[in-house]
């Protein structure tokens, strides 16, 4: 008999003939909720992040003057602004411009999980800005919603505003380990390209 085996013998013991509880099993599933853009939004601003509807990205990007701008690799080129200095190396960067994946109205939470256009992780976490581009038809309506769609064997980076900490005397510290500044811009699901309608 192990320690384990010990344990749960003193426990059923001290039950006796108790009957087992029923575990209550009505939490919220996937789809019970359609997603709000105006709540997503209203998330963002909560948490410091700047959001950006009805604009172009490169527009965007060109006006917050980026400087060196990191990017993964297959992210649509027409959302780089000319002009702009493209890194490689994200130590180098001031700035990322990624893609996401899913994007959490409840929570205001945004989530990359590594895809092409969203590049490694560690490249949305050590530029000083992040521009992050969702589309409409990447919001859902709750974290159910989200872990629905999402592949759990992908690295997955769930970011809710620009990185902030309390730790110290719970005085809110901004950067510490990723972006102070988190710029979103959403786009409209039939958007392709720079953020036109498809005509």
Known sequence: MNSRDVILGRIRAALGDTPV???PRDYR??????PDLDLLVDRLVDYKAVVHRGRAVAEVV????PGRLVV??????????AGVTVVEDEHDADAVLTAASVAVAETGTIVLDGSADQ???????????????????????SVPDAIARLDPRRPLTW??????????ELNR???VHGPRNLHV???????????????
């Open 21 to 23: 509880p029923e575990v």
């Open 29 to 34: 599933v996937a789809g019970a909720v359609e």
């Open 62 to 65: 060109a006006s917050l003057a």
């Open 72 to 81: 993964p690799p297959g992210l649509d080129p027409s959302w780089i602004p």
């Open 119 to 141: 590049g490694r992780r560690r490249l949305s976490l050590l530029p000083d800005l992040h521009v992050c581009v969702v589309r409409t038809d990447q919001v859902v309506a």
């Open 159 to 168: 970011i809710s505003g620009p990185s902030a900490t309390s730790d110290i």
């Open 173 to 175: 510290v901004e950067g």
């Open 185 to 199: 811009v959403l786009l409209p699901a039939e958007a392709t390209g720079n953020g036109l309608r498809r005509g």
